[in-house]
């Protein structure tokens, strides 16, 4: 899950403050000292997400696009400048933006927002912004919430008690609010002070990056291992009262399989997974990435040069090319396998699949899947020269009828010109273009797309306008016909707009009879 942090470097930041028997330090100096802290975590822990670096405060400014560099990042603080006023509202979308550009609006992403809880003053600040909010055009909406799923954490180089002598907190609140609820504001306890600050972000840590603790099991074997990012849990869109599914701190491998029988999976998160108590040494044998595992303890470090099943596992699935199914909870499951992050270090990595019993169909449902031992004969052949996947369906489907699908923009375009280049050859295609018109007909109704048929509509009427002088005069009644037949359709309440009804020719003094149905 990638991360924008997001910094305020308005003048409001630079106000001092007072810290005893030490030379005077600035709020920059505190948001500076926490996002080091954060950035330093991140990268003991972190190092496959991608953080990215945004500064603002009247304009806003990508100081470093995503990046698993921490260094890189680090530096960028330390060269930090100062500018105007606070303009919350253009820097929440340069963070849409960044993240469409860069990946799209399905990819989850954690915002950290580090701010002095100064709203800014007049057009342009957070206060003017929300009392504008049902006032505005469709093109000047409020960035938030955002087209992809998001958390909003708020860092307040602020005590409580100075944001709520204004309306400061009451409007960050609001924002969190807009957000889904998704997301929490955070503030200083106490003086501000670096001890201070290195509380509320070590809250912050605990709270979003944070791994998750569990037993890796297979038969007699376990191994305590970390997952880093933690799973978010699930809740299932179909169920009557969904109830949130969490990953299980036991863990289950239920079997092994090929890579090429389980292909390219769809999968709903990917994490990293970390032997608790490993050392360096381990490396040797393809533990992965061993530089990011937790050396908390000298206990840990000791424990490290005992046998470890979570090191035998990633190396096991590297040679042979396999990934292990995992259980994770009840009918959730995912995948174990090994990926490479370099040409000399690999990393075992966890990818969850969505919650269901059959959450991949060409291999049938996951508790019906055993062992090849306990075939009649080997599923793979003798010589591995054959799969049992994908499984074939006990009844063999027909795909005689022509269903319209449209993945892309291009594919509707398509299906849209080829009924105005029949319009066009009226009364000679009259029979085609009725049966083009009435399949994107079936395909909008069946896919709730109402404004399909009112644009189609608009496009016949367009063309009925602009017939040459010289164009049969069958033409514009049928035009006009099939216009107002598709804007009938578009209502839902209507006879015209029931599935199985057809848009047939109009009858008229001008059509000949091999056109007529």
Known sequence: MPTVVLLDSSLSMTRPVSLEGSEEFQRKNLAVHGLTMLFEHMATNYKLEFTSLVAFSSLWELLVPFTRDYNTLQEALSNLEDYDKTCLEAAL???SNIMQQEWGSACPCQVVLVTDGSLGIGRGSLRHSLQTLKQRAEDKKFPLPYPFPSKLFIMCIANAEELQETDAMDNLEQLISLNGGEGQIFTMEGPLCLKSVQSMFGKLIDQAYSPLHAVLHCGNLSSDVQVFPRPEPMVMDEEVDPVPKTVQTDMEIVGFIEIADIASPPVISRHLVLPI??????????????????????????????????????GSLKVEGMVALVQVGPEWYGMLYSQADSKKKSNLMMSLFEPGPEPLPWLGKMAQLGPTSDAAENPYGEDDSKSPFPLQPASKRSYAQNVTVWIKASGLQTDVQKILRNARKLPEKTQTFYKELNRLRKAALAFGF??????????LERECTMLPDSAHPDAAFQLSHAAQQLRLASNAHAPQAAFDHNITPLHTDFSSGGDRM
């Open 93 to 95: 979308q340069g963070v």
């Open 277 to 314: 108590a490993v050392n360096k040494e381990v490396d040797e044998v393809g533990t992965g990435n061993t530089e990011d595992i937790d050396e908390e303890s000298s206990a840990n470090q000791m424990a490290g040069k005992s046998p470890n099943f979570c090191v035998l596992l990633h």
């Open 450 to 459: 109402w404004e399909l048929l009112k644009g189609v509509a608009e496009l």
